[in-house]
């Protein structure tokens, strides 16, 4: 499934919205693997406490992810049947990302932040609400294609 023209702010329906609890995507740019700014969609919760992003990153595949060395893990895993990569900044408990290889050297890249809530999930949580959000991002993504 090629990300080529991709917009990543049409990659959660309403009801997908409705189930993250967030608002209107922002689209932007990210230098997601440090090869230049890649399209990026921006989605604060309604109450301000995290955002989700996803950024369909064209030149790079999950093994950019699993091959590299840096101030990150990133663990091998599968979302519906793709090779994927979960991602987590060391030391971070806020943060966890999903790399999902959907294409030959492209990958679906979702991030989840939690903005200093006292009652964040910890890292478990994190990855958990990540996983679900690249999991319903892949799922619209399979009706784009």
Known sequence: M??????PCALFTPQQMDQLVIAEPT?????????????????LSTDSSNTYGISP??????????DAHGNFKATPTEIDGYS???VTLLGAEDECSYAIDVADGQHLFVEHLVIGSEDAPGQ???CAKAKTAAEMALETLKTLR
């Not at 689209?27 to 989605?43: E, F, K, L, W």
Request: overall charge negative; proline content about 5%; glycine content about 12%.
């Open 84 to 86: 994927a990569a979960e």
């Open 124 to 126: 478990d949580g994190v």
């Open 27 to 43: 689209p932007g740019a990210s230098d997601v693997v440090d090869t230049g700014d890649v399209p990026n969609c921006t989605y």
């Open 57 to 66: 990153v064209l030149t790079r595949g999950v093994d950019y992810w699993l």
């Open 2 to 7: 090629k990300l080529d023209g991709v917009d």
